[in-house]
């Protein structure tokens, strides 16, 4: 059974930082693509950041460029997502996914951690 679960979210001021991890089981995770997504209060899922299989390759939303790092470790099992100057619209529930590097269905989610960013 596969099984995505993410941990490190909270409240944070403005200017802060945050690190979200999300550990998966019952996958080989190797051959899986990860990324984090974000659902702001009263708008849709977005896209945070993704990443290869191997680690190789990363692609970011424009919002987030330059302030937030998306990495793996293979062998822990483990996504992360350092999140630097943290601003009140990153407020969001964030979540990981994965899914096999050479399809995009079935994909995997995890049940979200609360990032709030206020002063």
């Known amino acids: 059974q596969v099984q995505l679960v993410e941990s490190g979210g909270g409240l944070v001021q403005p200017g802060g930082s945050l690190r979200l991890s999300c550990i998966a089981s019952?996958?080989?995770?190797?051959?899986?693509?990860m990324s984090w997504y974000r659902q702001r209060p009263g708008k849709e899922r977005e896209l945070v950041a993704e990443?290869?299989?191997?680690?190789?390759?990363?692609i970011y939303a424009d919002s987030v460029k330059g302030r937030f790092t998306i990495s793996r470790d293979n062998y822990k099992n483990m996504v992360y997502l350092r999140m630097d100057s943290l601003k009140p619209d990153d407020t969001a529930v964030y979540y990981c996914?994965?899914?096999?590097?050479?399809?995009?269905?079935?994909?995997?989610w995890g049940q979200g951690t609360q990032v709030t960013v206020s002063s």
């Open positions: 990443i290869t299989n191997t680690g190789s390759n990363t």
């Open positions: 996914r994965g899914r096999r590097w050479w399809q995009i269905e079935p994909d995997y």
């Open positions: 019952g996958v080989a995770f190797s051959n899986y693509a």
